[in-house]
């Protein structure tokens, strides 16, 4: 069974730096695209950074200049590296892997809370 383990949430004062990390796990299939994606409470998920297995990056603009993105195609996994956190990047982000290159089938982790305090 394909999981996505996430790992590197946490509580962080608004200007530090903060790590999640995602691995998947159960399947020997490269993703496609692997992302990260948060929501808030009462907002819509929306994307931070994908990237496909390719390499091709794509990073909201909201985290533009603030984000470092990178996966491993070998391990299966993706990181993201965040700095200059601010308050409104509190929510709970989600690890994604997308499968497919037409197809939007995609396997989600349970998510891991980032916290931003002023």
């Known amino acids: 069974q394909v999981q996505l383990m996430e790992s590197g949430g946490g509580l962080v004062q608004a200007g530090g730096s903060l790590t999640l990390s995602c691995a998947a796990s159960?399947?020997?299939?490269?993703?496609?695209?692997m992302g990260w994606y948060r929501q808030a409470p009462g907002k819509q998920r929306e994307l931070v950074a994908t990237?496909?297995?390719?390499?091709?990056?794509n990073i909201a603009d909201s985290v533009e200049g603030r984000l470092t993105v990178s996966r491993d195609n070998s391990k299966k996994t993706l990181s993201l590296q965040m700095y200059n956190l601010k308050p409104e990047d509190t929510a709970v982000y989600y690890c994604?892997?997308?499968?497919?290159?037409?197809?939007?089938?995609?396997?989600w982790g349970q998510g891991t809370q980032v916290t931003v305090s002023s």
């Open positions: 994604r892997a997308r499968w497919s290159q037409w197809r939007a089938d995609s396997d």
């Open positions: 159960g399947t020997t299939v490269n993703p496609y695209l």
């Open positions: 990237v496909t297995s390719g390499g091709t990056t």
